[in-house]
């Protein structure tokens, strides 16, 4: 009990392995959705194994800790939490001005096949015209 203990505020074991869930790993839904449910915990070495036997890698996971001298940088403050929501943040901020100019791309598109659209038919029109009053 004392090589393998959970600190008492949180006291969890992996659901795989039975051993304490010590180390706190946060990886991307899209990765953990593929090995895992959302409910499910799992320690990092059996988080490892999963990604093995489902053929995945994960090179962005952080992990937290916080023991009585040991911690994790990102639970030794508000500060470098907040750190971490910014660049999450900053991240969908990128990835939505990406969809909006895909989005301005459509629409020019769209004025494109519009404009190409009168043309044609513009076109088919003097054509009709022409044609009938040859006849
Ligand atoms: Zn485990």
């Given at each position: 009990?004392?090589?393998?203990?959970?600190?008492?505020?949180?006291?969890?074991?992996?659901?795989?392995c039975g051993k304490a869930h010590i180390l706190d790993t946060s990886l991307p839904s899209e990765i953990w959705n593929q090995i895992a449910?959302?409910?499910?915990?799992?320690?990092?070495?059996?988080i490892d194994a999963?990604?093995?036997?489902?053929g995945l890698t994960c090179d962005v996971a952080e992990?937290?800790?916080?023991?009585?001298a040991l911690k994790s940088r990102l639970y030794g403050g508000a500060s470098n939490f907040e750190a971490a929501l910014r660049?999450?943040?900053?991240?969908?901020?990128?990835r939505a001005g990406l969809f909006e100019d895909?989005?301005?791309?459509?629409?020019a598109l769209?004025?494109?096949?519009?404009?190409?659209?009168?043309?044609?038919?513009?076109?088919?029109?003097?054509?009709?015209?022409?044609k009938r009053r040859e006849t």
């Open positions: 009990m004392t090589d393998n203990r959970t600190r008492p505020e949180y006291d969890l074991t992996c659901q795989d449910k959302p409910e499910d915990v799992l320690c990092a070495l059996c999963r990604l093995v036997k489902t992990f937290y800790f916080s023991g009585q660049q999450r943040a900053e991240a969908a901020e990128e895909l989005a301005d791309g459509r629409q769209m004025a494109d096949i519009a404009a190409e659209r009168d043309a044609l038919l513009a076109l088919a029109a003097a054509d009709a015209a022409g």
